[in-house]
């Protein structure tokens, strides 16, 4: 494809910059009575007007059982599917022969946010957050374990619908 070039002539005498001043203070208070996009966050935060995506990937949630328990069934799945291999599992057994996680931790600050962990869940226990509020001073606080990640309150994502996918 022939690339078109523009040759701007330098003007032979002086000449005045005040009408390209003027054009572009106009477009400055143009700008200034237009609606903002933009917000002083941290300050603002959510507002009426603007809300996170509902199918934002952010900070994991662990599901619970009515008697608190962790919905995981330590069947590897997460961990084998991790992208970012940033979960850890040991898997434990109880009398009765039902499975769950000894150790469950998500290291947040190597998570790559795919999703791939809630969406292969076979118990929809494993979620990624509608949340990225999650800033460390420490690396090491990135490590979120089962009971970090079971006391998180945030909605959890909604996954991407073919059938809806602009998520309306
Ligand atoms: S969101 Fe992706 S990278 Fe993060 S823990 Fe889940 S599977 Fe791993
Ligand atoms: S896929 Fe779900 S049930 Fe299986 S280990 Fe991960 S969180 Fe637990």
Same mark, same amino acid.
């Given at each position: #494809? *022939?690339?078109?070039?523009?040759?701007? $002539? %330098? @003007?032979?005498?002086?000449?005045?910059?005040?009408?390209?001043?003027?054009?572009?203070?106009?477009?400055? !208070?143009?700008? #200034? =009575?237009?609606? %903002?996009?933009?917000?002083?966050?941290?300050?603002? $935060?959510?507002?009426?007007?603007?809300?996170?995506?509902?199918?934002?990937?952010?900070?994991?949630?662990?599901?619970?059982? &009515?008697?608190? $328990?962790?919905? /995981?069934?330590? /069947?590897?799945?997460? @961990?084998?599917? /991790?992208? *970012?291999? /940033? +979960?850890?599992?040991?898997?434990?057994?109880?009398?009765?022969?039902?499975?769950?996680? =000894?150790?469950? &931790? +998500?290291?947040? !600050? $190597?998570?790559? !946010?795919?999703?791939?962990?809630? &969406?292969?869940?076979?118990?929809?226990?494993?979620?990624?957050?509608?949340?990225?509020?999650?800033?460390?001073?420490?690396?090491?606080? !990135?490590?979120?374990?089962?009971? %970090?990640?079971?006391?998180?309150?945030?909605?959890?994502?909604?996954?991407?619908?073919?059938?809806?996918?602009?998520?309306?």
């Amino acid at each position: #494809m *022939a690339i078109g070039v523009k040759v701007m $002539r %330098r @003007p032979a005498q002086e000449v005045s910059y005040i009408r390209a001043t003027l054009k572009g203070m106009a477009l400055t !208070f143009k700008h #200034m =009575l237009q609606p %903002r996009y933009t917000m002083q966050y941290p300050e603002h $935060r959510q507002t009426d007007t603007w809300q996170i995506a509902t199918r934002w990937r952010g900070t994991h949630r662990m599901m619970t059982d &009515e008697q608190g $328990r962790s919905k /995981c069934v330590a /069947c590897g799945l997460c @961990p084998q599917v /991790c992208p *970012a291999n /940033c +979960i850890k599992l040991v898997p434990g057994e109880d009398e009765a022969g039902h499975r769950y996680p =000894l150790i469950y &931790e +998500i290291d947040e !600050f $190597r998570c790559v !946010f795919c999703g791939y962990c809630q &969406e292969v869940c076979p118990e929809e226990a494993i979620h990624v957050g509608v949340h990225y509020e999650n800033a460390e001073y420490s690396r090491d606080r !990135f490590v979120y374990d089962l009971e %970090r990640l079971s006391a998180q309150s945030h909605p959890v994502s909604t996954l991407w619908d073919p059938a809806d996918p602009r998520g309306q």
